[in-house]
Nanobody, 125 residues
Framework: QLQLVESGGGLVQPGGSLRLSCTAS????????IGWFRQAPGKEREGVSC????????NYVDSVKGRFTISRDHAKNTVYLQMNSLKPEDTAIYYC??????????????????WGQGTQVTVSS
């Protein structure tokens, strides 16, 4: 099983920014589509943003469009989620996931087979 590690979470005030990173241990991410998901207490896990293996295709859930940006750096074997203008409703555990499936399917939480352990993002004043 692929090992993914998220980092970059933390506590931030409303309107602030965070950048999450997803890296892989022992394998190259560049052949996989990557997705960022989140799960808030009492809520189902939702797909936030996904990116194709090439980086040429991305998608976002409506609630983060214009605020979040997904990107990947093949040389660093890392996928990022830049989160700006954060809101309290963005508070959740954020997970990255990887799989060799089309990006259109990647953001469905039931689709990816390889998951990280998650990083907590808390937006609060």
């Amino acid at each position: 099983q692929l090992q993914l590690v998220e980092s970059g979470g933390g506590l931030v005030q409303p309107g602030g920014s965070l950048r999450l990173s997803c890296t892989a241990s022992g394998f190259a991410l560049n052949s996989f589509a990557i997705g960022w998901f989140r799960q808030a207490p009492g809520k189902e896990r939702e797909g936030v943003s996904c990116i194709s293996s090439s980086g040429g295709s991305t998608n976002y859930v409506d609630s983060v469009k214009g605020r979040f940006t997904i990107s990947r750096d093949h040389a660093k074997n890392t996928v990022y989620l830049q989160m700006n203008s954060l809101k309290p409703e963005d508070t959740a555990i954020y997970y990255c996931a990887a799989d060799s499936i089309p990006v259109e399917a990647m953001c469905v939480p039931e689709s990816p087979r390889n998951w990280g352990q998650g990083t907590q993002v808390t937006v609060s004043s």
